[in-house]
């Protein structure tokens, strides 16, 4: 197993150019399923992620080649049943489900369990299959969805932290090949539903309103081959602004979308920070000194969970008290105790974060639990003095490319090591 051995306190300078989006990507290569013919998707990430989803279609009977950042896929014959063990592995690979159910009229996927940072149910989802005519049963860890007959209809995803990005996904592609029209109600506004549906669009597929609370499908007989560009990832480009913040640097940020961010660049502005735009070019530095910001996760176009834990830590280098509420999974805080490790003082209360900031960090030997936990740590261990560990690197792999390569570029002592 890989770490990343970091020797803080480097302030970060230079471009970096931002990747595919991540959550756009794996819904969109999901969505090829519902064609037979060829898909070519460019600018995808190289990620786990992204090899474990063309691992999953290649289950399905798809033939996949990645080459340069495009994907290409063809699923000719479509195969009822998939590698489970590698569905299980994965839980975005529940958005393979609507595809599934939408060309074959019936899916089976390995019911996801509860992941680091909460309990993540799929009954939204379900609820949607369900207003569309299927059958739903739980048999053994696997949940099947089969419907004779596919039929629009109306469906509320609204749930108990808001929409569900991947269950809006889910339905939306489900309803593409529906008889008639679906109204979805409460569905998720991320900009990664409206990739996916542009992508369905050019595929012949009849939706609108994506990115609006409604979104309208009417259900078309066929859809063809399509060619798509992903996304820049607006998650990694709120990382390495926050890595140019904590580190007192400068950075710019190349193929970014900035109307992807507002919420992440007016908490940063709020914070002290300066964010200097230039066409899709962002250029991140202090602006004297920080101050301290109170954050509170929300669905699009709230703050996003995603960034919450790398926002923690420029917090925790900010004099004075932020707090943290995290409203979208109940425990995403394990970041927490080990930013402790390298002298962070924060107390969690309920679904609050109290930092209070402005000690120096002093690196440590540290473990990644979860993506967006693991993008923190890195960015405390290139702030921090001394040198700091960053083991189980596995979770960063899953959703940052070359995050190594680009952080040395930009001036980062940083490498990667077996784990010791
Ligand atoms: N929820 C339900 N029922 C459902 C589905 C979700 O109650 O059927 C709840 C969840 O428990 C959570 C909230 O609704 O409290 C939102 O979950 P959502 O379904 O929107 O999350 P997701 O679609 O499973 C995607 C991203 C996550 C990101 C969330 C929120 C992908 C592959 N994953 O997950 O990304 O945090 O949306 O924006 O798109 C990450 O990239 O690190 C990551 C975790």
Do not use: W
Request: aromatic share 4%; proline share 4%; with cysteine.
């Amino acid at each position: 197993m890989d770490s990343l051995l970091i020797k803080g306190g480097v302030p970060l300078h230079g471009e970096v150019t931002i990747s595919g989006a991540k959550n756009a990507v794996l819904p969109i290569m999901a969505a090829t399923l519902l064609t037979a013919e060829p898909c070519v998707i460019h600018r995808v990430p190289d990620l786990s992620d992204v090899k474990f989803m063309g691992e999953i279609l290649t289950s399905l009977g798809a033939t996949v080649s990645f080459n340069g950042g495009t994907f290409k896929v063809q699923t000719r014959k479509i195969k009822d049943v998939g590698d489970y063990d590698l569905i299980r592995k994965m839980r975005g690979s529940v958005c393979i489900m609507g595809p599934l159910l939408g060309r074959l009229r019936h899916a089976t996927v390995s019911l996801p369990g509860g992941c680091i940072i909460g309990a993540r149910p799929i009954n939204l989802h379900l609820k949607g299959f369900e207003a569309l005519g299927a059958k739903i049963s739980v048999e053994s860890g696997y949940v099947h969805a089969r419907a004779r007959k596919l039929a629009g209809a109306d469906v509320f995803l609204g749930g108990r932290a808001g929409s569900t990005v991947l269950g809006t996904a889910n339905v939306m592609m489900a309803a593409a090949l529906a008889d008639g029209v679906t109204r979805i109600e409460s569905a998720a506004c991320e900009p990664e539903v409206v990739d996916l549906a542009n992508f369905l669009n050019t595929m012949g597929a009849r939706i609108i309103g994506a990115g609006s609370p409604t979104i309208t499908v009417t259900g078309v007989k066929t859809l063809h081959g399509a060619e798509h560009e992903v996304i820049p990832d607006r998650i990694e480009a709120a990382t390495y602004a926050l890595a140019a913040a904590a580190t007192d640097g400068e950075v710019t940020l190349l193929g970014a979308r900035p109307d992807h961010l507002h919420a992440v660049l007016d908490k940063l502005r709020d914070a002290g920070v300066k964010v200097a735009r230039n066409g899709t070019a962002l250029t991140v530095s202090r602006n004297g000194r920080l101050k301290p910001v109170d954050i509170t996760t929300l669905p699009y176009s709230g703050f996003p969970t995603d960034v919450q834990a790398q926002m923690m830590v420029l917090m925790t280098l900010t004099p004075g008290i932020s707090i943290i509420t995290e409203r979208i999974f109940e425990s995403r805080f394990m970041h927490v105790s080990e930013l402790a490790r390298l002298g962070a003082d924060i107390e969690i209360e309920g679904p609050s974060a109290i930092v209070k900031g402005g000690k120096p960090l002093s690196g440590a030997p540290v473990m990644a639990s979860d993506l967006r936990a693991s993008a923190a740590l890195v960015i405390a261990g290139l702030a921090a003095r001394g040198s700091t560990q960053v083991n189980r690197v596995y979770h960063l792999d899953r959703g940052y490319e070359d995050i190594d390569g680009k952080l040395r570029r930009l001036g980062a002592r940083i490498e990667r090591v077996e784990e010791t």
